[in-house]
């Protein structure tokens, strides 16, 4: 490992010894913009996964949870949920060449000291998958972890300067690396993918669909490329290039935000997948036909915003259960970009993706987006950015803005004001208009959005579970904000899922105090 690592003063040995921990005053380094992420035992059901699914979930019913999340440490960390014990860390292979920029030689003294630098920056996702996982021919369901580096770009020994890598962590206490993916015309890599199962080449094949950006390669464009990587392999198969679009002010276009995708007929094999650039396209590729070579599947757009604001959230899709078209509908928002002016007007959209595409109502300025006024459902201000990743849950879509910028906030000032949270109904109940009804009914009366001090890539957190009170079921979501309080507000929902009114909005169950 020594001609990989190379310490500057040659002392590789006791590099290793300061990454693991050793003369730092913090042991885990920063958590910057990674998520963390809850995995515990195996939830699908065989009638979508695929056969043996059940006996594999039999297997691991008990595997205790864990959480996973990156760190400018050079690891990403899985630790205890119930203890709180740190069971492993990880350092991609890409990395190691990297690991001397932490422990630097003061010049005046000589004496070592660390310096922060980016590393596993990006945010991890999981899913249960049937690959070949050793090479031996047979194929069996594991559970398989996969992250980017946002903006921490490895070196040339894993062949390419930014990556995403894979880790079976079927059993948390055996970790397996599976591989490191770059590409040419990979950027940052701060896009989670989506994973699902497709038909390729008359194969059932789970595949990881990921986007990269942004540009930070000074000698090549790099991050306009949308990628399918096969899991079993770690190979891309399929991509598409996003052309830029000239615009002022000039954004070099990129897909940094995720992706999502959907089973519409409910078979266990994704339909289609969708994704946003900065030059404000939303783009859909069709997966639902069996790929055969490159020409297979085509990314077509399906809304364009008439200035070009950049689109970086991924898109929330909801499908009406009690609809027989399953159409999706989906929920996205412009302006995240720290590029992107502070002095316009930015949207929220609702698009529902028919035949031909229409946009089913909107938040913003009907004039700027040159959309029909009867489907406007109110404004945003101006400069007020569409940031975090919409959630919809009990016919309700929650999104989140921020005014400014989302990287130079400072978490020392009050942010009061500059945050906001809004939730709009996605379908028409009791009496309430799709879009236009504000979902923020508070004791002192509905509330068209609610302030945060929340600079957070997520609008919210939804619970994984319901309770219920007296005769009321309520479903709890929640808020992470930057002074580290923690907001739960509950949800009460009928038996049909039908949701009545918000009570007990902005309650603090938790804060940390730094």
Same mark, same amino acid.
């Given at each position: 490992?020594?001609?990989?690592?190379?310490?500057?003063?040659?002392?590789?040995?006791?590099?290793?010894?300061?990454?693991?921990?050793?003369?730092?005053?913090?042991?885990?380094?920063?958590? =910057?913009?990674?998520?963390?992420?809850?995995?515990?035992?195996?939830?699908?059901?065989?009638?979508?996964?695929?056969?043996?699914?059940?006996?594999?979930?039999?297997?691991?019913?008990?595997?205790?949870?864990?959480?996973?999340?990156?760190?400018?440490?050079?690891?990403?960390?899985?630790?205890?949920?119930?203890?709180?014990?740190?069971?492993?860390?990880?350092?991609?292979?890409?990395?190691?060449?990297?690991?001397?920029?932490?422990?630097?030689?003061?010049?005046?003294?000589?004496?070592?000291?660390?310096?922060?630098?980016?590393?596993?920056?990006?945010?991890?996702?999981?899913?249960?998958?049937?690959?070949?996982?050793?090479?031996?021919?047979?194929?069996?369901?594991?559970?398989?972890?996969?992250?980017?580096?946002?903006?921490?770009?490895?070196?040339?020994?894993?062949?390419?300067?930014?990556?995403?890598?894979a880790l079976d962590i079927t059993d948390p206490d055996n970790p397996q690396p599976l591989w490191e993916f770059t590409h040419s015309s990979m950027g940052e890599t701060w896009s989670v993918p989506t994973i699902g199962k497709v038909t390729k080449n008359g194969e059932a094949t789970w595949v990881a669909f990921t986007g990269s950006g942004y540009d930070n390669d000074p000698s090549n464009l790099v991050g306009d490329h949308f990628y399918a990587v096969d899991i079993e392999t770690g190979d891309d198969f399929w991509g598409e290039w996003a052309r830029d679009i000239n615009r002022s002010p000039d954004i070099p276009n990129a897909?940094?935000?995720?992706?999502?995708?959907?089973?519409? =007929?409910?078979?266990?094999?994704?339909?289609?997948?969708?994704?946003?650039?900065?030059?404000?396209?939303?783009?859909?590729? =069709?997966?639902?036909?069996?790929?055969?070579?490159?020409?297979?599947?085509?990314?077509?757009?399906?809304?364009?915003?008439?200035?070009?604001?950049?689109?970086?959230?991924?898109?929330?899709?909801?499908?009406?259960?009690?609809?027989?078209?399953?159409?999706?509908?989906?929920?996205?928002?412009?302006?995240?970009?720290?590029?992107?002016?502070?002095?316009?007007?930015?949207?929220?959209?609702?698009?529902?993706?028919?035949?031909?595409?229409?946009?089913?109502?909107?938040?913003?300025?009907?004039?700027?987006?040159?959309?029909?006024?009867?489907?406007?459902?109110?404004?945003?201000?101006?400069?007020?950015?569409?940031?975090?990743?919409?959630?919809?849950?009990?016919?309700?879509?929650?999104?989140?803005?921020?005014?400014?910028?989302?990287?130079?906030?400072?978490?020392?000032?009050?942010?009061?004001?500059?945050?906001?949270?809004?939730?709009?109904?996605?379908?028409?109940?009791?009496?309430?208009?799709?879009?236009?009804?504000?979902?923020?009914?508070?004791?002192?009366?509905?509330?068209?959005?609610?302030?945060?001090?929340?600079?957070?890539?997520?609008?919210?957190?939804?619970?994984?579970?319901?309770?219920?009170?007296?005769?009321?079921?309520?479903?709890?979501?929640?808020?992470?904000?930057?002074?580290?309080?923690?907001?739960?507000?509950?949800?009460?929902?009928?038996?049909?899922?039908?949701?009545?009114?918000?009570?007990?909005?902005?309650?603090?169950?938790?804060?940390?105090?730094?």
């Open positions: 490992m020594g001609p990989i690592i190379q310490d500057v003063n040659g002392d590789n040995e006791g590099l290793i010894r300061f990454v693991r921990g050793e003369g730092r005053y913090w042991k885990l380094g920063d958590i =910057d913009h990674s998520n963390p992420l809850l995995v515990g035992p195996p939830k699908g059901t065989q009638a979508l996964m695929g056969g043996g699914y059940d006996a594999f979930k039999t297997s691991w019913e008990d595997r205790p949870k864990m959480i996973y999340v990156g760190t400018n440490d050079g690891m990403i960390h899985c630790i205890d949920a119930l203890t709180g014990e740190e069971k492993w860390g990880f350092i991609p292979y890409n990395l190691l060449p990297k690991l001397r920029n932490m422990w630097v030689v003061d010049p005046a003294t000589g004496g070592r000291y660390f310096a922060r630098d980016v590393y596993v920056d990006g945010s991890p996702v999981a899913a249960d998958v049937y690959i070949d996982v050793d090479g031996n021919g047979s194929k069996e369901w594991r559970t398989v972890l996969i992250c980017g580096q946002g903006a921490g770009k490895g070196s040339s020994v894993g062949g390419g300067l930014n990556y995403y890598f897909f940094p935000g995720s992706p999502n995708s959907a089973d519409i =007929d409910g078979d266990g094999f994704l339909d289609v997948v969708y994704i946003g650039d900065l030059d404000g396209r939303l783009w859909k590729v =069709d997966v639902s036909v069996e790929f055969k070579n490159r020409n297979s599947w085509n990314a077509v757009t399906i809304y364009e915003d008439i200035n070009r604001y950049p689109i970086f959230t991924k898109p929330a899709i909801w499908i009406d259960p009690g609809s027989v078209d399953a159409v999706p509908r989906l929920y996205f928002g412009t302006g995240g970009d720290d590029q992107a002016p502070d002095d316009v007007m930015y949207a929220f959209i609702a698009l529902m993706d028919r035949a031909s595409p229409e946009v089913e109502w909107f938040i913003g300025d009907d004039t700027v987006l040159r959309l029909s006024k009867d489907i406007d459902k109110g404004d945003l201000a101006a400069g007020e950015k569409v940031w975090a990743d919409p959630k919809v849950a009990n016919y309700i879509v929650y999104f989140s803005t921020l005014t400014g910028s989302i990287e130079s906030v400072d978490p020392c000032q009050n942010l009061a004001g500059i945050g906001k949270l809004y939730g709009r109904y996605v379908k028409s109940i009791g009496g309430s208009t799709t879009g236009g009804a504000t979902a923020l009914d508070t004791i002192d009366g509905p509330q068209d959005y609610l302030d945060l001090l929340s600079k957070s890539r997520s609008a919210v957190t939804l619970g994984g579970t319901e309770r219920t009170v007296g005769s009321v079921r309520k479903k709890e979501v929640y808020i992470q904000e930057y002074d580290s309080t923690i907001q739960k507000l509950e949800q009460p929902v009928g038996g049909n899922l039908a949701v009545k009114s918000w009570r007990e909005i902005y309650k603090i169950i938790k804060k940390f105090i730094p």
